[in-house]
């Protein structure tokens, strides 16, 4: 079996959402409203056919059943705020009809409009309804009764700088709302309309009427410097496209003016939008089938940047995977949803059977990169990094700044051992591996994980902030803790010992290693706090240190002066003064590992073996702390585990020895 060798700590999988932006549930449809300084979402909600299919339903065909709005003030977390409406509580409509589509919200009275169509109960078609709430998320009610004069899908309102409320449907239709929000305007034009040899009124004006608008359907208007905007899907080949229109009234007429989203690359049939301006950015909203690409009747949530031309019209965009939303660094970056890539970077689902587990990157090949945008890292400090990994053979691969050659982040060497007698087998799994940072970038910044080897899948990868395990001494002694440990140490930055298992730790190996002479140099009874010490091809620096801890924890002392973790010893030395002569007490010593102490340099513990950190896990020989200065020296070492120790003095009566001060 492959083995990670001591460069990484294995830790718990995780997830977060770039595009698609909801990763717990279809979302297609996506309404965007900006309230209260917030973005709330307000999408349809896909779900699988019921089975058996209710009578009339059409096979593998759309299926919604109620609503949830999402908000989020960075449109990178997205808060569910549950079920808003289901098609049992509407009044008017078919409670097993399974086709609420697109909705909108608006607020205005000092109150919020949801409208949304369903199938209506008595006849034929579709109706338009009205639920209101005071609050975007809810809870709303629904109004008794559609909409009259309206008989289609997919509302859309628009609250003009005339004043006026106008409310969209369908394919293009539009009507001015009355003041309460739920009538249209009793000068509503009516228009006869043939269908076969059927003849229909529709309510309202065409605003489509001699567009491209070939199955047009779910209209968006908005208004943008002296200009409204009529932006709908309509089918141009095979599958829908996303056009828009221009005028200078909210009910038109409009010019049509081009795309702003072409046809989906995999041939998704529908697409369904909204645009906001938010914080002075505009964006687009649509939906695409990511999490079910072998069926397009259910859609998830994506969000792209809209950009305008100085005279007005929109350029066309290009879905991404990374979608958009500065990212803090301490979030979970799913960085399989790149902004871009190198040609030969594939992506595939983690899980065919749960899709919503996402993907995973592949890397495949030496010079393979990935680029993920605008990482904020204004809140990392003291930070390192976890990425979650598969390999199958030696990997090295590193997180660069702004480019596949900008000053390295982290690095790391994913390196197996196939052989001998400590052969693993981590071949194709997911770990979760860990590095240092060289360096932290500031403010916003692009990231680049490019590979030296290949032969690397990558989930997702997230900065953390290390726990405040150390701090500078204050001036002055200082006591033991409460408990009677002893926290004022100076560390030695560790010395290399490649140790394969800590089972070699038997006594006879443990007093070879810690009496060879040059280590034993490294000892002194007079520690200077950065004082430079060479050990053999080693230049290693003394450290005076406060533990926030009552165990030392070497490993991360280790980490946070990047140096090696795993196959090293530590020299550790602590200075007493005692008022006057103890006797009689021992010391009480954990550590994780083994580890020799020594008093004014005579042996008093061994802790040999394989051991882990616990309070009082051996005790001395009885000892006297003489008045003046005491010298206390410990060495401990570690294979490719874990570090860490404790040590306090206990009197007769197995009490804590507090008497005592700190230099």
């Known amino acids: 079996m492959k083995r990670f060798l001591p460069a990484f700590l294995l830790l718990p999988l995780g997830l977060a959402a770039q595009n698609p932006i909801i990763n717990t549930q279809f979302t297609a449809d996506p309404t965007a409203r900006v309230f209260n300084g917030k973005v709330y979402l307000f999408p349809s909600h896909d779900i699988m056919q019921p089975s058996p299919l209710p009578q009339g339903m059409r096979p593998n065909w759309f299926c919604m059943e109620d609503y949830h709005v999402f908000s989020s003030d960075n449109l990178t977390e997205w808060t569910d705020h ?14 097993n009809g399974y086709s609420m589509w697109a909705p909108d919200c608006v607020y205005r009275n000092g109150k919020y409009y949801f409208y949304y169509p369903d199938v209506v109960k008595e006849g034929m078609g579709f109706g338009i309804g009205v639920a209101i709430a005071d609050k975007p998320e809810g809870p709303y009610t629904p109004v008794k009764s559609n909409i009259k004069g309206i008989n289609g899908i997919d509302p859309c309102v628009l609250q003009a700088s005339d004043g006026n409320a106008y409310i969209f449907w369908g394919a293009g239709r539009c009507a001015k709302l009355k003041e309460n929000m739920v009538e249209i305007a009793d000068d509503t034009p009516v228009e006869k309309v043939k269908f076969g040899d059927r003849e229909f009124e529709l309510s309202g004006v065409n605003c489509l009427k001699d567009l491209p608008n070939r199955q047009a359907e779910g209209p968006f208007a908005f208004e943008h410097n002296g200009n409204y905007y009529l932006t709908y899907p309509y089918v141009r080949k095979n599958t829908e496209v996303i056009g828009y229109a221009m005028s200078k009234n909210p009910m038109g007429p409009y010019q049509y003016k081009g795309l702003i989203m072409a046809e989906h690359a995999d041939s998704c049939w529908t697409n369904h939008h909204s645009i906001i301006n938010y914080k002075g950015q505009w964006y687009f909203f649509y939906h ?71 993907w995973e990157a592949s890397l495949p090949n030496k010079g393979s990169f990935i680029k993920f945008n605008d990482v904020d890292f204004s809140s990392v400090t003291d930070g390192y990094l976890t990425a979650n990994v598969k390999a199958d053979k030696n990997t090295h691969f590193t997180v ?62 997230q900065f953390k ?66 004082q430079k010490v060479k050990y053999k091809d080693q230049t290693l620096v003394r450290h005076k240190l406060d533990s926030e801890n009552f165990n030392v924890k070497l490993f991360r002392f280790a980490e946070s002066y990047k140096k090696h973790v795993y196959g090293v010893m530590f020299s550790v030395i602590t200075l007493i003064e005692c008022d006057q002569d103890i006797e009689n007490v021992r010391l009480a010593a954990g550590s ?72």
């Open 400 to 461: 660069r700044e702004k480019s596949a050659k900008g000053k390295v982040i982290a690095d790391f060497k994913v390196v197996f051992i196939t052989e001998g007698q400590f052969k693993r087998d981590y071949s194709g799994q997911w770990l979760t591996v860990t590095a240092p940072l060289d360096y932290t970038p500031k403010g916003v910044t692009d990231l680049y994980i490019t590979t030296d080897q290949g032969g690397l899948s990558i989930d997702n990868v």
């Open 288 to 358: 695409h089938n990511d999490f079910s690409p072998n069926d397009d009747k259910r859609r998830s949530a994506r969000i792209e940047k809209l950009f305008f031309n100085p005279d007005g019209t929109i350029q066309e965009i290009k879905p991404t995977l990374r979608g958009v939303g500065i990212v803090n660094a301490l979030s979970k970056l799913e960085v399989d949803r790149y902004s871009t890539a190198s040609n030969d970077v594939k992506i595939n689902f983690i899980d065919t059977a749960d899709k919503f587990k996402g």
């Open 592 to 663: 994780n590992s083994a580890s020799m102490w020594w008093l004014n340099d005579e042996e008093i513990l061994l802790m040999s073996g394989d051991r882990r950190m616990v309070k009082d896990d051996c005790v001395s020989k009885r000892i006297t702390l003489k008045k003046g200065l005491n010298v206390l020296s410990g060495a401990i070492i570690n294979g490719p585990g874990m570090s860490d120790f404790c040590v306090r003095f206990i009197d007769s009566n197995n009490q804590p020895v507090k008497g005592i001060k700190i230099r």
């Open 82 to 95: 549950g079920v808003i409406l289901t098609q049992k509580d509407v009044p008017w409509g078919n409670p």
């Open 465 to 530: 902030n290390r726990e405040k395990y150390f701090k500078q001494p204050s001036n002055g002694l200082a006591a033991p803790d409460e408990d009677g440990f002893i926290r004022r140490w100076f560390l030695l930055e560790p010395v290399n010992k490649e140790n394969p298992t800590n089972a070699v730790f038997t006594d006879s190996y443990l007093k070879q290693v810690f009496y060879e002479e040059d280590f034993r140099k490294l000892f002194t009874n007079s520690p200077v706090d950065n």
